[in-house]
């Protein structure tokens, strides 16, 4: 497995598991502000991926 592949699952496994959190989160004003925060991460997250796999002809 290239590094690539290696990168690739581990934000797969991390985004998820950050998902999976902030859905979790108590609806309390912090665990409001934690999940957003949470959300907010995951978004950028997703764009630098897409962004990567664009630069390198990759799309998936």
Do not use: F
């Not at 990168?7 to 912090?30: I, N, S």
Request: net charge negative.
């Amino acid at each position: 497995m290239d590094e690539r592949e290696v990168w690739k699952k581990m934000y797969l496994v991390v985004a998820a598991a950050a998902a999976d959190a902030a859905d979790m989160m108590e609806p309390t004003p912090q665990g409001i502000r934690a999940g957003t925060r949470l959300g907010e991460a995951l978004q950028r997250a997703e764009e630098i991926y897409l962004s990567a796999g664009e630069a390198d002809g990759d799309r998936t």
